[in-house]
């Protein structure tokens, strides 16, 4: 067979270097400066180094201030008194929130504490006109003169109750139906309502009631004596109606529970409705 002919190799020529590969000789630019600006370089990192080692001092010693003075929020606080190196969580020192005071009262609840506000309301300023009223009344009333075998009727009402007084003179004896008031009337509310135009008019502890009363309970009974007594000593001395009748010792309070009706339940509660 004929031999190929060989090639010659392509010679390259020495200087040729591959295309990855730099001759040693290059550089970067980068890298390349001057040397007269190296002494300007190195002057401007000394002056910076130094601005910020000044500029790190200040604000060491600011951030050690501000440590002293507050300590920061998301620094855990340490229990007082508690165990060694027990610690909180942020805001545990901080005063718990109260729930009550903003709950909402319902319209019933806030009525009933007005209507419980006004009441004392005109409580109290009953009682401060009263002992206004009282104060300029300090020295004793004149009390009329009774004859010993003077007799002074009334009668007194007071719902279903009715009550016949007689008023004598004597020294402040108090019946009613023959038996002692303490005795018949052992509330003291009770008693103090049957006292009341006796004291009122001074009359206490001068004359002498017998009482005879009737129906009713025991509340409508007190009222119908003080109705009675009143009316007496409005016999006795007519100066005392103005004062007596200012005080609603003259006037009968008739309200009465009302009566029950035909088809109703109470007076006026009619029966639900069903409609199956």
Same mark, same amino acid.
């Given at each position: 067979? %004929?031999?190929?002919?060989?090639?010659?190799?392509?010679?390259?020529?020495?200087?040729?270097?591959? %295309?990855?590969?730099?001759? +040693?000789?290059?550089?970067?630019?980068?890298?390349?400066?001057?040397? *007269?600006?190296q002494?300007?370089?190195?002057?401007?990192?000394?002056?910076?180094?130094?601005?910020?080692?000044?500029?790190?001092?200040?604000?060491? !010693?600011?951030?050690?201030?501000d440590e002293?003075?507050?300590?920061? %929020?998301?620094?855990?606080?340490? !229990?007082?008194? /508690?165990?060694?190196?027990?610690?909180?969580?942020?805001?545990?020192?901080?005063?718990?929130? #109260?729930? +009550?005071?903003?709950?909402?009262?319902?319209? +019933?609840?806030?009525?009933?504490?007005?209507?419980e506000?006004?009441e004392?309301? =005109?409580?109290?300023?009953?009682?401060?006109?009263?002992?206004?009223?009282e104060?300029? *009344?300090?020295?004793?009333?004149t009390?009329?003169?009774? !004859? /010993?075998?003077a =007799?002074?009727?009334?009668?007194? #009402?007071?719902?279903?109750?009715i009550?016949?007084?007689?008023?004598?003179? /004597? #020294?402040? &004896?108090? +019946?009613?139906?023959?038996?002692?008031?303490?005795?018949?009337?052992? $509330?003291?509310?009770?008693?103090?309502?049957?006292?009341?135009?006796?004291?009122?008019?001074?009359?206490?502890?001068?004359? *002498?009631?017998?009482?005879?009363?009737?129906?009713?309970?025991?509340?409508?009974?007190? /009222? !119908?004596?003080?109705?009675?007594?009143? =009316?007496?000593?409005?016999?006795?001395?007519?100066?005392?109606?103005?004062?007596?009748?200012?005080?609603?010792?003259l006037?009968?309070?008739?309200?009465?529970?009302?009566r029950?009706?035909?088809?109703?339940? &109470?007076? $006026?509660?009619?029966?639900q409705?069903? #409609?199956?």
């Open positions: 067979m %004929a031999e190929e002919p060989q090639q010659p190799d392509e010679q390259q020529p020495e200087d040729a270097q591959p %295309a990855g590969e730099q001759p +040693e000789d290059a550089q970067p630019a980068a890298e390349q400066q001057p040397d *007269d600006a002494p300007a370089a190195d002057a401007d990192e000394a002056e910076g180094e130094e601005t910020a080692s000044e500029g790190g001092a200040g604000e060491g !010693a600011a951030a050690e201030a002293t003075a507050a300590p920061d %929020a998301a620094t855990p606080v340490k !229990a007082e008194g /508690g165990k060694k190196g027990e610690e909180l969580p942020p805001g545990a020192d901080l005063d718990p929130i #109260k729930l +009550e005071d903003q709950t909402e009262l319902s319209a +019933e609840e806030r009525a009933r504490l007005e209507a506000a006004e004392r309301a =005109r409580l109290e300023a009953e009682a401060t006109e009263e002992r206004g009223e104060e300029p *009344d300090s020295a004793p009333r009390v009329a003169e009774l !004859a /010993g075998d =007799r002074y009727l009334a009668t007194g #009402k007071r719902k279903r109750s009550a016949r007084v007689i008023v004598t003179p /004597g #020294k402040g &004896k108090f +019946e009613v139906n023959k038996r002692p008031l303490d005795e018949y009337f052992p $509330r003291s509310l009770h008693q103090t309502t049957a006292r009341q135009p006796l004291a009122v008019s001074g009359y206490e502890g001068t004359v *002498d009631v017998q009482v005879n009363v009737h129906g009713g309970g025991v509340g409508g009974q007190a /009222g !119908a004596v003080r109705h009675g007594v009143a =009316r007496a000593l409005t016999e006795i001395d007519p100066e005392l109606r103005r004062e007596l009748k200012r005080r609603g010792f006037t009968r309070d008739a309200r009465v529970k009302e029950r009706k035909a088809g109703l339940k &109470k007076a $006026r509660k009619r029966p409705f069903s #409609k199956r």
